[in-house]
């Protein structure tokens, strides 16, 4: 069985600051872990993906994660928030050749001037 | 580039009444699914499907049914709308023809359905 866990169901932030959006997951093989955005009445749109290269990983925007196999955690961060980033974010586990694709229940990230 | 394209946007129901959601991808993607996605719930696979001829089951495939038309089309259907339906569906895509593998999917816009 497989797992995702979304430790926040709001984040708050002022613009120009970290963010930080939490995601652990469970997987009994090596999953391929996904980040993906939402805005307002559109569809989920791919920001990154780990794939058992590097473990950090850079998507677009400025964002990045970092997969810790020994936390299972990839917790997805971005040094300096912009407006435009206030959306709702979805960590999401995969796993090759099984009949699974789990999606967190997502946070949405609130960025204030 | 149009990408994947849900038909229609937005559809009030009546309780017992069927409906069809249509999805095309033109990005020549072997794989499509079927998602639904509810309030603090993220986002759950109600059908999939590897290529042509083929479709399976996902978390949530009760009350609905799926049809793969060709590589490029995709279509949901309810046969009697019910309450619990109600729900924003979404149509995605991906390269692979190995279900779930590493490769990201290409989501459509979405599908607003609300059922009375």
């Known amino acids: 069985a497989q797992s995702v866990t979304q430790l926040d169901s709001h984040v708050s932030v002022s613009e120009g600051t970290p963010v930080l959006l939490r995601c652990n997951y469970s997987s009994s093989y090596s999953p391929s872990l996904f980040w993906y955005v939402q805005h307002p009445n559109k569809g989920l749109q791919l920001l990154l993906k780990?794939?058992?290269?590097?473990?950090l990983v850079k998507g677009i925007n400025g964002f990045e994660a970092e997969f810790k196999k020994s936390e299972t955690s990839f917790h997805l961060t971005k040094p300096s928030a912009h407006m435009s980033d206030a959306a709702e974010y979805f960590c999401v586990v995969s796993t090759t050749g099984r009949r699974a694709l789990t999606f967190g229940s997502g946070t949405r990230l609130q960025v204030q001037p | 580039n149009a990408g994947v394209t849900q038909t229609p946007k937005f559809q009030v129901l009546k309780t017992g009444q069927s409906m069809t959601l249509q999805c095309a991808q033109d990005?020549?993607?072997?794989?499509m699914y079927w998602y639904r996605q509810d309030p603090g719930m993220g986002l759950r696979l109600i059908y999939y499907s590897a290529s042509e001829g083929t479709t399976d089951k996902g978390e949530v495939p009760n009350g609905y049914n799926v049809s793969r038309l060709n590589k490029r089309e995709f279509s949901l259907r309810l046969e009697s709308a019910a309450p619990s339906q109600t729900s924003v569906y979404f149509c995605?895509?991906?390269?692979?023809?190995?279900?779930?593998?590493?490769?990201?999917?290409?989501f459509g816009d979405g599908t607003r359905l609300s059922i009375l």
């Open positions: 995605a895509s991906s390269v692979n023809r190995e279900l779930f593998s590493n490769q990201p999917q290409h």
């Open positions: 780990y794939t058992s290269a590097a473990t």
């Open positions: 990005m020549n993607h072997n794989s």
